[in-house]
């Protein structure tokens, strides 16, 4: 009874802690994931001599960096872009569109479509006045849908801001956080943490080996496509959907969108080819490649890791992709070793760093 109830209060004070902190704990937990990723690297500056604050700041740097760095190219890249597209609107509005060559050969609509092209886009000052109606009928959607991405956006920055902030005490503290961390570890979990302690750094860091690597590799094979297709900027929309296979979604999204910007010039054949290559190369990619290297790192199976990508990117979003196969390691762990016990115990140091 009385182990009973030293084992129920810290797993009480646990949840009344997560529900007070739980718009935070995102935060919390991608910072503890970046701080295992990269970790290594934060050690081997220490070890060459180092100051844990100036490493700290350079690994910070180093992240907000690798991942800010596109988005400005990207948005460099794209001032140019718009200014020629909005060229090209200003000719068109006074000059018209003349209709595309395809609408016509559209079965059952293309005879009241191409009707609809001449009375509204055909003649000058059509799409100015085409732009001007639209805009005018979508003004309330559009004002409420700007309030609520205000508000998202100042959201996530907070919470990015925060899961730095996180990541920068890690960075100083990480020793004494991994010492209080072992020492209550092992006292809720004294036969499972052993094994917990170890399988957690390699999953999280195989499942990040694993999606930064197809990352980079559909980057290319899907760069390489898109000027094989003649798709403008091919460089430019490689690296965009390199940092897009990074999200669940991200590499269809931008393939399909690139495909219809080659149908929207008239490029049916080569569109259709590069998505009819994007799906057959992200069914791969998805289904084998990606679940094979995930679970290199902690010897996992091809289904475990399959099915603890599925599910915990459907059930926890983003951060799921290393929930899943970690929870897959910890339960292959445990039925390899026949039960839940520590293969070796765990040594906790004496005198741990001071959290200032």
Do not use: C
Request: charged letters at 10%.
């Amino acid at each position: 009874m009385r182990r009973t109830v030293h084992l129920m209060l810290p797993l009480l004070f646990a949840a009344a802690l997560a529900l007070l902190l739980q718009h935070f704990l995102g935060s919390i937990a991608w910072a503890g994931l970046l701080a295992v990723i990269t970790w290594p690297l934060h050690a081997r500056l220490v070890a060459r001599g180092w100051r844990p604050l100036a490493s700290a700041s350079f690994m910070l740097a180093l992240l907000i960096v690798s991942f800010v760095g596109p988005s400005v190219l990207l948005f460099h890249t794209l001032s140019y872009e718009l200014a020629a597209l909005q060229r090209m609107l200003v000719t068109f509005n006074e000059t018209g569109v003349p209709v595309p060559s395809w609408l016509a050969g559209l079965p059952m609509v293309a005879e009241p479509a191409v009707k609809w092209w001449n009375d509204h886009l055909a003649v000058p000052g059509g799409l100015n006045a085409l732009i001007r109606t639209t805009v005018g009928d979508f003004m309330p959607h559009l004002t409420d849908a700007a309030r609520i991405w205000g508000s998202t956006i100042l959201a996530n920055a907070l919470y990015l801001f925060l899961t730095l902030l996180t990541l920068f005490v890690l960075y100083l503290h990480g020793p004494a956080v991994m010492h209080y961390l072992d020492r209550a570890g092992a006292r809720l979990m004294p036969r499972q943490y052993g094994k917990l302690r170890r399988v957690l750094p390699l999953s999280v860091r195989g499942t990040a080996l694993g999606l930064g690597s197809i990352a980079i590799l559909e980057g290319i094979v899907l760069g390489i496509a898109y000027w094989i297709a003649g798709a403008p900027a091919p460089v430019l929309l490689g690296v965009i959907t390199g940092y897009m296979a990074l999200i669940p979604g991200g590499a269809p999204l931008s393939f399909t969108m690139v495909s219809l910007l080659l149908f929207g010039q008239g490029h049916s054949a080569e569109a259709l080819g590069l998505f009819t290559w994007g799906a057959v190369e992200l069914f791969l990619v998805d289904k084998f490649i990606r679940p094979k290297l995930i679970g290199h790192a902690v010897n996992l199976p091809f289904l475990a890791v399959l099915f603890g990508l599925l599910g915990g990117v459907s059930t926890l979003g983003v951060i799921g992709l290393f929930v899943g196969p970690l929870m897959m390691a910890i339960l292959f762990g445990w039925l390899r070793d026949g039960q839940p016990q520590m293969d070796a115990p765990l040594v906790l140091p004496r005198h741990p760093e001071r959290i200032e």
